[in-house]
Every structure is written in C-alpha cells, then in structure tokens.
C-alpha cells in the first residue's frame, strides 16, 4: 500500500514574492504574483501553495479560498515551460528535475480538484495551460471581458495536461477534442458558454465580490453543497448580464462542424471531415492541424477518447507518465526554443515532421505504464474522494445531455423548455441563451403537436 507523499516546502533558492498570500475575515487569497512573466507558475510558486492549501483546509477560520493574477493581462499564462526546456537540455539529471516539476504541478491541480473548502478562481486575463489546471478544476471558475483560455501544447510539442484528460472530453461534444487538438482561443463569455467559466462578471466587479465573499459565514452543520449554493448565489448578485458586442464563436454552423469533425477517432479521419465541410473555418482548422507537433496532436487525440472513463485521480496519474515520455521526445524542447525563447520566433522543426510520418502504434507508447511507479497524490484522502465527474458540475449552465433529456422526457415547446432550466437554475445569467442556441441547432418542433420538441439525433 503505497503511503501519502510529503507535503513540499520552499527550497533556498525559491523566489521569496512569486506567491502573495492574504486574509479578509472568513477569505483566503492566493494571488500569482509574476505579472512580467504573466504570472507564469514554476516550482517554487507550487512548493509555497500546496501546504498553504492544505493548512487553510483544516482551518475553521478559512471559508473561502480565491485564487487570482497579479496585474490586469493574466491570471496565469501556464507553466514556466521555458525553464523545463532548459532544463531538458542539460542532461538526463535535468529531464529528470523536469519530470519532478510535473509531480508538484500535478499534485497542486489534483489538490484543487479534490478540495474541501469553496475555492474561486479569478481567470482574469490570460487562462492558458498551468493556470487551466489551477482554475477548472474549481468549482466557482469567473471569466471576465479580459478571460483568454487556451490549451496550446500542441504548438510546443506537448500534450493538454494538467488534467486537461478529464475535463477536455466532459465538454458538449466534440469541444474538448478541438481545443486540445488545434489549440484554439476562447475569449470572455464564451468560456462560460462552452462549460469552461460558471459564471461571467466584469473585471470592475471582482474586488467587490471578494470583499463581499470575505463577509459570508455559515454554518458549523452546512454540507459543502450547500455552502457552494450560497457562493453561487453571491457571485450572481454582481452579474450586470452577459455582453452585447462579445460574438458568440462556438455556436451555431461551427458548432455543428466541429461535433462532425472532430467525433472520429483517427486524425486521417477528422482532416477527411474537414476537407469535405470545404469552409474558410475548415480549412484554417486543417493548417492549424498540419502546424501543431505531430506527435503532440495523435497523442492528444488518444487522450481525449481514453480520458472519458479516467477518474480525477487516474487522469493526473496517467499524464505524468505521458509527461514523462514527451520529455525524453524531441517535440517539446524544440517547441519551446522555436516559439517562446528564440528570437524572432521560428516554425518548430517536429520529429517526424508530418502527421503522414506518424502513425497510432506508435502513438500507443506514450500510454503504456507498465512498471511505472504511479504518481502518489498529496490529497488522496480528501474528503471529496476519486469521482468520474465533477461533484459541482451542477455550477455550469445546462450541458446539452441535460438538454436532451428534458426534451425526449416529455412533449414540450421550445419556450417550456427554456423555462424548465431558467427556474431550476434560478434565473442564472446565461442560461436562456444557452438553452436557446442548443434547441435551435439540436432540436426541431413538429407542427402537428402544437410545436412540442423533438430532438435530433446525430448521424
């Protein structure tokens, strides 16, 4: 039986300010605090949360955690992957410190993941890589106007980790697979509608949303549950509604064309899918494809179908042995170098350098974990427990499977059904639109039933 690892501590030569930590009455804040550097996380700023996560979780002082970025362009632009190329190339000893940095990073995440105590995340600004893992995970997740989400790992010879294996694939449709595999941006109000944000304020109104967070208290006897619902219904006292001139990106013909596309399991298959839909947005898709590591976007695309039966625990286990494995790969380091510390920037010379000149068998080794010490999990005994989906998912707006099946549960119109998610979700902000864009693409209202719903099935 394998015992619970140690809790790290700083080290001499950590940076002494990388991480701010702060107390407002019943409040925790945590707040990255490497702006030039776009609050990039590394090492030591993981060594400085962890412990302090864990000693807030058995406090009865701490009721909320917050979690935010230093300065208004990010709340955390990744991992410090530049420092984990460097790493790489200085001997078998350095890819060793940078397999050891995937530990920490993924046991910070998991520790999120399976946290006890309500903890909310500002993804104000740029939300990429690292800092996905440091915020989806959570059940109260903000975007702002300023939110820019991204998954970019496969434009650096990586994967979309930081248990980007169980939410990725939990996404509507085919989302997950399309953002892991072509690293596409969200902005603002379209991380909430894609399930990513649960709640969408302006940047304006976070400091007065922590300070009113910092007021609340509750009861010794109240669930975890039900400490999120008063959370929930906090934050919606500062939503002043959804914004008019933010267009809408996954929604409509492109959302239908990347559930076509994006459904099959071979990366031949999902570029035959879109050669055939012969759009501008397709062809882009396909460039983008051909860009990506080819290594990096078969051995994402394996992600994402294995990582649907993963648990919580399981996906962090399972990617730090593919971590493990990219960092022996050439993709990575050559990634980095090309885009992020050579000067102008280069295209990344991948080996091999096509997708033609890679094949699944030999993507299947970066999955093989025999022999394999298994990662140990820091918060393996939380409270909250293993789970295969989230616990608060009940935080997002209605995912479509909630959807269709309020629809084929019973003959109802578009408007009943509409209504069915505005007063079970209280009138969230985002719902109605949410509910509207899913029945106008999924479903359509038979005219000899008095306009009740029939849902359409995907061929």
């Known amino acids: 039986m394998s015992t619970e690892p140690e809790i790290p501590r700083e080290l001499p030569g950590d940076e002494p300010d990388d991480v701010l930590f702060g107390t407002i009455y ?19 700023m993981a060594r400085k949360i962890i412990p302090r996560l864990k000693e807030w979780e058995k406090s009865q002082l701490a009721n909320v955690i917050i979690i935010k970025g230093a300065g208004p362009k990010a709340f955390c632009a990744g991992g410090d992957v530049a420092e984990l190329a460097e790493n790489n190339t200085e001997s078998p000893s350095g890819t060793q410190k940078s397999k050891g940095y995937f530990a920490l990073e993924y046991n910070l995440d998991h520790t999120v993941a399976t946290y006890s105590k309500p903890y909310v995340a500002f993804m104000d600004g740029i939300t990429m890589g690292g800092g996905v893992g440091l915020s989806v995970h959570a059940p ?42 072509t690293s596409e941006r969200l902005k603002g109000v379209n991380t909430l509608f894609a399930g990513i944000a649960t709640h969408y304020l302006h940047s304006s109104s976070l400091p007065d949303l922590e300070a009113r967070l910092s007021e609340l208290v509750f009861k010794d006897y109240a669930s975890l549950q039900e400490r999120f619902r008063i959370i929930d219904n906090t934050i919606e006292e500062f939503v002043t509604g959804l914004p008019d001139d933010e267009p809408l990106t996954l929604v409509g013909e492109t959302r239908e064309a990347v559930d076509r596309c994006f459904c099959h399991d071979t990366i031949e298959d999902i570029l035959s899918a ?17 860009e990506r590591s080819p290594t990096s976007v078969r051995v994402t695309l394996r992600q994402m179908r294995l ?12 990617e730090y042995h593919i971590a493990g494995k990219l960092m022996d790969h050439p993709d990575f380091t050559e990634g980095v170098f090309a885009r992020l510390i050579r000067k102008p920037a280069e295209t990344p010379k991948w080996q091999p350098a096509s ?17 394999e010490q298994k990662l140990q999990l820091i918060n393996s005994n939380s409270e909250v427990g293993d789970y295969h989906e989230y616990p608060h998912r009940w935080l997002v707006l209605p995912r479509e499977q909630e959807i269709e099946y309020v629809v084929r549960e019973g003959q109802k119109t578009a408007d009943e059904v509409i209504e069915h998610f505005v007063e079970t979700r209280r009138g969230k902000a985002g719902v109605r639109e949410k509910v509207s864009e899913v029945l106008a693409r999924k479903t359509r209202a038979a005219k000899d039933h008095g306009g009740k719903l029939a849902w359409i099935s995907s061929s």
Do not use: C
Not at 274 to 290: D, N, V
């Open 307 to 318: 990582g649907r039966r993963w648990s919580i625990a399981e996906a962090f286990q399972r």
């Open 355 to 371: 997708l033609e000149s890679t094949n699944d068998v030999d993507t299947e080794a970066f999955f093989k974990v025999e022999g």
């Open 140 to 181: 109260f997740r903000i975007a702002t106007e300023r939110t820019v989400f991204a998954m970019p790992e496969t434009t650096i010879g990586f994967f979309p980790d930081v248990g980007g294996s169980f939410f990725l694939p939990r996404l509507d449709g085919e989302i997950g697979t399309y953002l892991g595999l």
């Open 26 to 44: 019943g409040v925790r804040t945590v707040e990255l605090n490497r702006p030039k550097k776009l609050n990039s996380l590394n090492a030591s």
């Open 274 to 290: 879109l050669a055939k839909e012969g759009t501008p947005w397709a062809e882009r898709t396909i460039q983008a494809l051909h």
